[in-house]
DNA sequence: AATTAGCACTCTCACTCATCGAGTGCCAAA
DNA sequence: TTTGGCACTCGATGAGTGAGAGTGCTAATT
């Protein structure tokens, strides 16, 4: 079901109107702002067709009217056209991620920093997903008797570690032997193939330690593996979404921060959106309104996309905003935050 | 200038009413609640009193008295009497506090959000100061070439790593011998004491590498070292003050969850708090409203204590929240979270 | 000297009511 | 298919009002 030619202008007017003015759009004021040269009551007749068609809707009998869900999701699928930032704004991002030196965590920090304030929205970033990368090592560092750091390196140069108890009088030799056998075994295994078999079926036998203790050093070693595979999920700017007119009353707001503070429940549906589309490298995740399944985000919008790290290993860098937001903007925003940071990654990994 | 009992009595019952109704309050709801055998004009003429010595204020003529900065001071310091937690709420923290087990840093974050969930405030934690802690270990770590994991193991357990990127030919050989110089150097020194030269005296002359190389993974090292005093602040909750009555206007609201969004800014004045108060283990530090220099915190309270890690380490831990609280309850919850903590970071590290 | 009753005064809050204006839908004419 | 015209709707605004809670002050009482 296409629109027509004019009703396409016109639902383009009215988002574009809607936007910047947050104010229910008229047929008296869309004539006045757009040159458009039928009356007004023409306009009225497409305005009433396209809510009818469900891309408008009324706030009350007598008011204009505003987008409605698929109303965006029509401008954002076939009616905006994505431009390029300004030379100015360019710059100021490139700088701002440039200024964010340090490793690969304060990166991307430093990334979601530069987007929240860029688009005066609250930003999303989430670490990469390791799951299909494969462990290249693994080194257990003794620290003192019964603690030992446990060193995950990855393909795509991530290096994870973790701080485990060991039984006390396991010695540094004795780790250093586990460790090495460990390492022997499972290197080059993807990390969604490595269960506790496999991490423990390195050691069956060859060693001097009695199996109960082995275990336990066995089963700390697989956390720290595992562990390196959480996903984390990091959301920036929350209070800049309280001088947004859309939630300036109390209610609304409160909402919106209690359902953003519980970032589990973000990176869930993250998750979920990804399964969802199936997305190739580049493109957008873009869930609109009630698009969104989760309680307490109506009035928002999430736009989402990947930044690579190389081998195949990606993570998310996005927004989340009012739906009424200028759409292609912050698209271009985020297009531009991600590819100064996939380039940065780059550099950092040599 | 010591307060009359009566007016004690007085100040005493107003600020309790007013935390538990955040109404102005009257000389006659003050009979009607208290029992006060003396007529409501005795009782203006006290508050009259009280005001002109400057523990109430009156937001308008005609209303009741609320308690000033320098009222809810005088109840804090002398009037308050703090009393244990019901059962029943020890219970809950305790329960919560033992659920978020792992390194130490989830173990922080866990005491933080269990005391902000009690609260309902803004929970406040500061990582440990380990200005005075000295280095215990120093490994370097070969992930591959041109990058390595520096390990710093500092007494009271504390073990942090910083990814760095060397010059690529360096041999593990090397970084090893590297390593081990340095450790053997500097193993002992407060960590305030240790400067780039000290750290580079161990080197000079010892090594086949060219200086130039040499001092460049010298200065990654140096700086993973200081990297490990860096003080972390964590703020959690900041969506429950939304929920508040003295937030409830979304001016004051959107100013405070701008000024709570920069941990740099509150990190700083716990900083100069520390400094003024030079506190005995134990204490408490109270801030009341303008008593906080911070923009932004007029209507705030910060309340926090320290935990311990043994050897003298210490970090913070409290709560920002609304100055009408119940600060005697705050102060048990705190307290009792402090207790939890100090002794599960006793548990971990032995 | 301290306490109390009484009273005039102040100020906010909640409510009502009328008005205004932007916008709509629909009909009949072009 | 477009347009002008018109009656209608509904939220926002602002003025006016009365109730209620509280105060300060004064004069009488203990």
Known sequence: MDLDPRKKEVLHAIVDDYVSTFEPVGSKSLIERHGFDVSSATLRNEMADLEHMGFLEKPHTSAGRIPS???YREYVDSLMK???LSRREQAKIEENIKSSVGELKDLIKGA???LSQATGFVSLTCSPRLKKSYLTQLKILMIEPGKALVVVVLSAGVVKDKLVRIPNFITDKQIYDISNAIEKNITGKPLDEITLITVSSALKGGSDIPDSLLNQVLYEAYAAIKQADRMDVYLEGEHRMLSLPDFSSMGRATQLLGSLADDGMVAGY????EAQDKPNQDSYMIRIGQEITLEGFDDCSFITTTYNMGDGVQGNIGVIGPKRMEYSKV?????????NLDEQIKIINE
């Open 69 to 71: 869900d698929k109303g």
């Open 82 to 84: 994505v431009e390029p």
């Open 112 to 114: 979601a920093d530069t």
């Open 270 to 273: 993250l998750n979920e959106m």
């Open 331 to 339: 698209i271009s925003q985020i297009d531009f935050v991600k590819k």
